[in-house]
Nanobody
Framework: VQLQASGGGLVRAGGSLRLSCAASGFTFDDYAIGWFRQAPGKEREGVSCITTSGGYTYYADSVKGRFTISRDNAWNTIDLQMNSLKPEDTAVYYC?????????????????WGQGTQVTVSS
């Protein structure tokens, strides 16, 4: 089982990045997938998630209107398009199987996690 996150990097404030998460080893379209992030000294934050069919998406208030999550069940991938990036978006971003609802990005207790990708936004 593997979730491989990629696409992080260094970008100036106002710029864009696209994160991708490639899944293998499990039935991808049985799982809601989400993105968490964690900055140094801060708690992990659930940023966005998408349900199995892609019919529902959730965004934290901190990223709403700037980030877009999508999935391709044919290719077992999840993307997170991040626009208008701010220095406070700087963090390690993780993709994971999650519980996704109006309550936010919930932990899947028996779920899978990717290894994280660093996003750094300079001012």
């Amino acid at each position: 089982v593997q979730l491989q996150a990629s696409g992080g990097g260094l970008v100036r404030a106002g710029g864009s990045l696209r994160l991708s998460c490639a899944a293998s080893g499990f039935t991808f379209d049985d799982y809601a997938i989400g993105w968490f992030r964690q900055a140094p000294g801060k708690e992990r934050e659930g940023v966005s998630c998408i349900t199995t069919s892609g019919g529902y998406t959730y965004y934290a208030d901190s990223v709403k209107g700037r980030f877009t999550i999508s999935r391709d069940n044919a290719w077992n991938t999840i993307d997170l398009q991040m626009n208008s990036l701010k220095p406070e978006d700087t963090a390690v971003y993780y993709c994971a199987t999650v519980a996704c609802s109006d309550y936010g990005v919930g932990y899947d207790l028996n779920g899978y996690w990717g290894q994280g990708t660093q996003v750094t936004v300079s001012s």
